[in-house]
């Protein structure tokens, strides 16, 4: 039988992780990446929550899968909790003691994913995608990439185009022209910072003393400002995350990633110092380089795949806002499921492997994006269709249950092709 050929368009997580999948299912991959090489490690960047459906499937896809284990902090509760530094009140609202989730830095996974790849799967990095064109026949595509390093161009024909260029994707609007993301109303000031040179820190002291749990458990804490989330990783580093509403910014390019003036991060602090305890604050002021995402998710698509040979998968498929710690572990699972779809139908029926897939993904994500984005207008205290703006200091416990993550939709659920 004809060996299938794929393009995959993004090195990011979706990306490696579709390689990963699909060489797996015996196809040819080769992924086109813009970023110049292989990211390193760093301490900037951000902190992923992996749940347990997501570890398991990535195991099989790693060289040395105890590795894994060595770059996670398990997570084994959820804290939801209000803070009004005003009036000296800290009150929790609920707490899930079965929260099971992973953390680890989104550069560690990265790495390992990357440096897992089977030998026959082709990394190109420094290839920016320009166009797609679909044979006449229907039977193959043809992607156009510059090489950004000599503006050279080059062509590569495959029998499938994996889009997993994120939520701005150029493929998806190369379908749906008119499909704009949809701005949540806040944006997100985040950082981690790094306290693995300095075993006597203070600051790293006091935060755990304000929050007793902070080793096993994330933190999502409500304030009269928006919520923040926090929580450690391994090494000694704290994730933060200050989600915040205001109006949307501008943007430079193709990213959803602001650039932050100084002045800007002043604001931030003192801000801050009339939301959240002395301690957190800290933390903040302590952070090198803090960076403020937009947060944006889409309506929910109505297919995924054209032509039977160009299919979406993570955040191209399915923008979402961050509430649920959904991103990830979608992209993840798009990836298994659509490997395993392509295993069952082999490269001779495309139409009906990417129909199979569709079927399997479209439903959950749908779900998925419209509760998260339910849920982080809850916690912003935003309008929300059918309830009054949630109120964290009045708020009973039985009432403070709809913050918790393992509320959403499909929550590990694995679906039946992968079992």
């Known amino acids: ?5 794929a393009v995959v368009v993004g090195g990011s997580i979706a990306g490696m992780s579709c390689a990963h999948a699909l060489a797996a299912a015996g196809w040819e991959v080769v992924v086109l990446e813009k970023t110049m090489s292989a990211p390193t490690s760093c301490t900037t960047g951000a902190g992923l929550g992996l749940d347990k459906l997501s570890l398991k ?5 790693l060289k040395h899968p105890e590795t894994l284990d060595l770059m996670t902090l398990p997570l084994t509760v959820e804290y939801d909790q209000a803070t009004d530094v005003n009036k000296n009140i800290s009150r929790t609202l609920a707490r899930d003691p079965s929260f099971n989730f992973k953390v680890v830095h989104w550069s560690d996974l990265h790495r390992l994913l990357y440096e897992s790849l089977p030998p026959e799967v082709v990394v190109l990095w420094g290839h920016f995608f320009l166009s797609l064109s679909i044979s006449e026949d229907k039977s193959s595509v043809k992607v156009v990439a510059k090489l950004l390093q000599t ?19 150029p493929i998806r609007k190369h379908f749906l022209p008119d499909h704009k993301l ?29 929050y007793h749990d902070l080793g096993n458990s994330c933190y999502f804490d409500l304030g009269s400002k928006g919520h923040v989330v ?3 990783l391994i090494n000694r580093r704290i994730n933060w995350v200050w989600y915040l509403n205001q109006e949307e910014p501008r943007f430079e390019g193709n990213s ?28 903040m002021r302590e952070t090198k380089d803090p960076f403020l995402n937009a947060i944006y998710d889409s309506e929910p698509l109505e297919q995924l795949y054209w032509n039977n040979n160009v299919v979406l998968i993570g955040d191209a498929a399915h923008p979402i806002t961050p509430h649920s710690a959904r991103a990830t572990n979608m992209s993840i699972l798009d990836a298994a499921v659509l490997g395993k779809c392509l295993e ?14 569709q ?18 207008r809850i916690k912003q205290r935003l309008p929300v269709s059918g309830r009054e703006i949630f109120d964290p200091m009045t708020a009973s416990e039985e009432e403070s249950k709809v913050l918790q993550i393992r509320n959403t939709p499909y929550f590990n659920v694995m679906p039946s092709i992968l079992m």
């Open 151 to 169: 503006d050279e161009t080059v062509e590569i024909v495959a029998d499938l185009l994996v889009a997993a260029d994120g939520s701005l994707s």
């Open 344 to 357: 069952k139908w082999g490269p001779q029926n495309l139409g009906q492997a990417l129909e199979e897939y």
């Open 182 to 210: 949809r701005y949540s109303g806040y944006c997100a000031w985040r950082g981690v910072i790094d306290y693995s040179d300095n075993e006597k820190s203070e600051t790293l002291n006091a935060i755990k003393k304000a």
């Open 57 to 61: 499937l990535i195991q099989p896809w």
């Open 1 to 5: 039988m004809k060996q299938g050929k």
């Open 230 to 232: 926090f929580h450690e």
């Open 256 to 283: 959803l990633t602001t650039k932050v003036s100084q002045d800007m991060i002043e604001e931030m602090y003192e801000l801050a110092e009339k939301v959240w305890i002395p301690e957190l604050v800290k933390v």
């Open 359 to 376: 079927s399997i993904r479209l439903p959950v994500a749908k779900e998925q994006v419209l509760y998260s984005r339910r849920s982080g």
